[in-house]
Nanobody
Framework: QVQLVESGGGLVQPGGSLRLSCAAS????????MGWYGQATGKERGLVAS???????NYRSSVKGRFTISRDNARNTVYRQMNSLNPEDTAVYYC????????WGQGTQVTVSS
């Protein structure tokens, strides 16, 4: 069964940091580039950062220099370190493959507020 389980979200003040984790089924993880997707209230879900199976990363321009995506192939887990958070980063964040979407997990809420 394909599974994606996100964790690590929470409430943080502007300028703060969070680290998100996503545990993926091996069937997804080993053969796909993985991405973090964000969905703010009232907006469509969009790709924020991605990482290929070889570790090549790509970021939305608004998060470059602040967010870092990484993957642990032994643990079938993808991470995202988020620094210098601002209120515009508030969203539910999901992970999934890039190019081929599997069933979405529950996501993890990130709220940036003072």
């Amino acid at each position: 069964q394909v599974q994606l389980v996100e964790s690590g979200g929470g409430l943080v003040q502007p300028g703060g940091s969070l680290r998100l984790s996503c545990a993926a089924s091996g069937s997804i993880f080993k053969k796909n580039a993985m991405g973090w997707y964000g969905q703010a209230t009232g907006k469509e879900r969009g790709l924020v950062a991605s990482i290929t199976t070889f570790g090549i990363t790509n970021y939305r321009s608004s998060v470059k220099g602040r967010f870092t995506i990484s993957r642990d192939n032994a643990r079938n887990t993808v991470y995202r370190q988020m620094n210098s958070l601002n209120p515009e980063d508030t969203a539910v964040y999901y992970c999934n493959a890039v190019g081929t979407w599997y069933d979405w997990g529950q996501g993890t809420q990130v709220t940036v507020s003072s």
